[in-house]
């Protein structure tokens, strides 16, 4: 498997902590999957995103971008950080300007771009994240699900090849998050990377193509979500649940189940199930 991002024994210490955030972290990001870092807070998948774009430096281990050791010159971070893009949980901790058009455009500005690129960048990300009625709306009166689209705009103007996103279905009703999934959707359909960080296990057996669990700074399991979901003594030992719609095909009857895949979302379940004869 090609990945994009790897990390080496990776350990980090916050000072003052008690215990290592980060604790011989060996984690791969495959290249052009969708990638569900799942764990319970605390298990280091915040600590993990910002080494990933070069914001922490370890304390021992490396992070490896396409391969290579970063060396946190800061030409290569500048370089790395619009080839990685992370979107934090909290949008009030990525806006920094006035306006969507504004924050948007700040980012490439740093990058350095010519301002007809700038503009023309950011009017294209506004209308892909449905932003065009809000482009000059003050940020303090856009809804949570409308900041957190303008923070994901303002990565992807950078056309990065690698996105990360630290829970980024916090707090949002089921429309908001809805939408912002299609988003990402339509983002990995161009070719990006796309790797969320999220303690909803329903999420992760929906939307990854690959899954990492992530326990006191170690990770314990990867694979597909096949794969990983079925372990479910060992999910519920670490306190996480298993998906509810793979808990309830295990649970109809053999006959239904045979010869099919489980599920991955409700449609495909209800297809399951009303191609079977009722008797």
């Given at each position: 498997?090609n990945?994009?991002?790897?990390t080496?024994?990776?350990?980090?210490?916050?000072?003052?902590?008690?215990?290592p955030?980060l604790?011989g972290l060996?984690?791969?990001?495959?290249?052009g999957k969708?990638?569900?870092?799942c764990?319970?807070n605390g298990s280091?998948?915040?600590?993990?995103?910002?080494h990933?774009?070069g914001?922490?430096?370890?304390t021992a281990g490396e992070?490896?971008?396409?391969?290579?050791?970063?060396t946190?010159r800061a030409h290569?971070?500048?370089?790395?950080?619009?080839?990685?893009?992370?979107v934090?949980?909290?949008?009030?901790?990525q806006i920094?300007?006035?306006?969507?058009?504004?924050?948007i455009g700040?980012?490439?500005?740093?990058?350095?771009?010519p301002e007809p690129?700038?503009r023309?960048r950011?009017?294209?990300?506004?209308a892909s994240?449905g932003?065009e009625?809000?482009?000059?709306?003050?940020v303090?009166?856009?809804?949570?699900?409308?900041?957190k689209r303008v923070?994901?705009?303002?990565?992807?103007?950078l056309?990065?090849?690698?996105l990360?996103?630290d829970?980024?279905?916090?707090?949002?009703?089921r429309?908001?998050?809805?939408?912002l999934l299609?988003?990402?959707d339509?983002?990995h359909?161009s070719?990006v990377?796309v790797?969320?960080?999220?303690h909803d296990m329903?999420l992760?057996y929906?939307w990854?193509?690959w899954?990492?669990?992530?326990?006191?700074?170690?990770?314990?399991?990867?694979?597909t979500?096949?794969?990983?979901?079925?372990?479910t003594?060992?999910?519920?030992a670490?306190?996480l649940?298993?998906?509810?719609?793979?808990?309830?095909w295990?649970?109809?009857p053999?006959?239904?189940r045979?010869g099919?895949?489980?599920?991955?979302?409700?449609?495909e379940?209800k297809?399951?199930?009303?191609?079977?004869?009722?008797?």
């Amino acid at each position: 498997m090609n990945d994009i991002l790897e990390t080496k024994q990776l350990r980090h210490h916050y000072p003052g902590a008690d215990h290592p955030a980060l604790d011989g972290l060996d984690l791969k990001l495959p290249r052009g999957k969708k990638t569900a870092i799942c764990g319970h807070n605390g298990s280091g998948k915040s600590t993990f995103f910002l080494h990933a774009i070069g914001l922490l430096r370890p304390t021992a281990g490396e992070v490896c971008w396409q391969g290579a050791p970063l060396t946190y010159r800061a030409h290569e971070l500048k370089q790395l950080r619009q080839q990685v893009g992370l979107v934090f949980q909290d949008p009030e901790h990525q806006i920094i300007l006035h306006t969507p058009y504004e924050d948007i455009g700040y980012g490439l500005r740093n990058a350095g771009l010519p301002e007809p690129e700038i503009r023309e960048r950011t009017l294209r990300m506004l209308a892909s994240l449905g932003l065009e009625q809000l482009t000059d709306r003050p940020v303090h009166q856009l809804s949570l699900g409308q900041k957190k689209r303008v923070s994901l705009a303002g990565v992807l103007a950078l056309e990065p090849e690698l996105l990360l996103l630290d829970e980024p279905t916090a707090y949002l009703d089921r429309l908001s998050e809805r939408q912002l999934l299609a988003e990402l959707d339509r983002v990995h359909g161009s070719g990006v990377t796309v790797a969320m960080a999220t303690h909803d296990m329903n999420l992760a057996y929906a939307w990854a193509d690959w899954v990492v669990v992530l326990d006191q700074g170690r990770c314990l399991l990867a694979g597909t979500p096949q794969d990983v979901f079925v372990q479910t003594d060992r999910l519920l030992a670490l306190g996480l649940e298993p998906p509810l719609l793979l808990d309830v095909w295990h649970s109809l009857p053999p006959l239904i189940r045979e010869g099919n895949q489980p599920p991955r979302d409700a449609e495909e379940l209800k297809r399951l199930l009303a191609a079977w004869p009722i008797s």
